[in-house]
């Protein structure tokens, strides 16, 4: 492993400190004119040409040798025997987890209500989970059996029909956790499909794909790229960028725990960011030495090191009132509060995925089974964006029903606003139902 050097310090206090954060932050997710390319060519090649583009395009990419679309298929047999391939103690706390995620988000389905106005007149929202839903589940080394549970759970809490997932096995490597995750999860279909390709079938439909109404979960740039490209044919999750961990603590949590905590989240990808903010200046120093202490005993050494040094930070701030602003600007993906008392300031964070609340309390535990959901918005859309949730496999309907009486009055509002907008034809649609008062009097 080349040598770790020194984390980036920042201070506060410096007159440039917020052009030094921006460029912190700063992260051009744009595909390139070449992966945009390609991207489109394998969308036109699936529609065009449906499985049998699959096939050839599992068979270059990925190293599989597929004759057709049914060596691509697994059955709910197939997800069945993953579960007596893995061991007693993994399926244990797939289903521990699988349990916690699904009882988290039992809490956050919608229901359908309706009222009644004085006329008569019923307003109301009626709920639907959506028809089918897609998930993307990277493959190969990158598996990410907790990816699996978070994404299908709350579809089928949702009340999602069918969920198909897409994932890809690079030369024919199969991850058995993985499929136990879905066998667990409730997934419906699984197809071992990947990249680009795996997200237009699922958009678009082939011979054997079927279509789906939204596609979630994780990939890389072609997936992504295929993502942004096929949204408005059906809805996406989010286009996430590289993960990202901001702990705030008071310098009274052990340095090895938060230089580990930052290493969980660098460890993910090269481009992965981990930030400490702190009033203490000399436990930035000792989180300083922990990570270097700890880095030489890490088995992605070289991965963590080029996050923590290209992206990394130990920020120094004036009190924790400073940190928490500090912790706003910044609207991290996941958000560690390691202090004495984290309830205190809560009701000051206003841009966070996920907030870890306590010295106790690590990220980690999030990202397997602390029950919310680990698909968080990143690169600073926490300003506007939330967590994967129920409400992402739901769609609202408005309920209007208009009684006589209801009708006749809302009409006269009507008229009046679209013959202000000369939209002659809706004023009189509105104005049809409109009953004299003298009439409503007999």
Request: hydrophobic fraction near 50%.
């Given at each position: 492993m080349t040598a770790p050097t020194a984390i980036r310090r920042l201070n506060a206090a410096d007159a440039d400190f917020a052009r030094h954060l921006d460029h912190l932050l700063s992260w051009e997710s744009v595909s390139d004119d070449a992966v945009n390319q390609r991207v489109l060519d394998i969308i036109k090649a699936v529609r065009e040409r449906g499985d049998a583009a699959l096939v050839e395009f599992t068979q270059r990419f990925d190293g599989v040798q597929?004759?057709?679309?049914?060596?691509?298929?697994?059955?709910?047999?197939?997800l069945e025997l993953a579960l007596t391939r893995i061991t007693p103690v993994q399926r244990e706390a797939l289903e521990k987890a699988a349990n916690r995620v699904r009882v988290y988000h039992e809490r956050q389905k919608q229901d359908s209500w309706q009222y009644t106005e004085a006329d008569g007149t019923v307003l109301g929202q009626k709920v639907t989970p959506l028809d089918r839903a897609g998930l993307y589940v990277p493959g190969g080394k990158a598996s990410y059996p907790s990816s699996v549970l978070m994404n299908?759970?709350?579809?089928?809490?949702?009340?999602?029909?069918?969920?198909?997932?897409?994932v890809p096995t690079p030369r024919g490597e199969v991850n058995e956790l993985v499929l136990a995750a879905a066998c667990i999860a409730g997934v419906d279909r699984v197809f071992t499909i990947g990249g680009a390709q795996?997200?237009?079938?699922?958009?678009?439909?082939?011979?054997s794909v079927p279509q789906v109404d939204k596609i979630v979960g994780p990939g890389n740039i072609y997936v992504a790229t295929a993502k942004r490209h096929v949204f408005g044919q059906v809805g996406i999750?989010?286009?996430a960028g590289p993960s990202e961990i901001l702990v705030v603590c008071d310098g009274q949590t052990d340095p090895d725990w938060i230089a580990m905590d930052l290493f969980s989240q660098a460890e993910h990808d090269e481009d992965a960011?981990?930030?400490?903010?702190?009033?203490?200046?000399?436990?930035?120093?000792?989180?300083?030495?922990?990570?270097?202490?700890?880095?030489?005993?890490?088995?992605?050494?070289?991965?963590?090191?080029?996050?923590i040094n290209g992206r990394g930070a130990l920020i120094q701030v004036r009190d924790m009132q400073q940190a928490i602003e500090v912790a706003n600007r910044i609207a991290p993906e996941h958000l560690e509060l390691s202090v004495a008392d984290p309830q205190a300031w809560l009701g000051q964070i206003r841009h966070a995925g996920a907030i870890f609340m306590g010295r106790h309390t690590s990220e980690a535990l999030g990202d397997y089974c602390a029950g919310p959901n680990h698909v968080l918005p990143t690169s600073g859309t926490a300003r506007f964006s939330s967590p994967l949730g129920v409400y992402d496999f739901q769609k609202r309907s408005s309920i209007i029903f208009c009684s006589e009486q209801?009708?006749?009055?809302?009409?006269?509002?009507?008229?009046?606003?679209?013959r202000g907008e000369s939209l002659t034809a809706h004023a009189?649609?509105?104005?049809?139902?409109?009953?004299?008062?003298?009439?409503?009097?007999q």
């Open positions: 597929a004759k057709a679309i049914d060596d691509l298929i697994l059955d709910r047999a197939r299908a759970i709350p579809a089928k809490v949702a009340g999602v029909s069918e969920v198909v997932m897409v795996a997200v237009a079938a699922l958009a678009y439909g082939t011979q999750d989010m286009i960011q981990a930030i400490l903010v702190s009033p203490d200046a000399e436990f930035l120093d000792r989180v300083a030495a922990s990570i270097a202490k700890l880095l030489p005993t890490m088995e992605r050494a070289e991965i963590i090191n080029t996050s209801g009708a006749s009055e809302l009409g006269r509002t009507a008229s009046v606003l679209a009189r649609s509105a104005e049809y139902r409109i009953v004299d008062d003298q009439d409503q009097g």
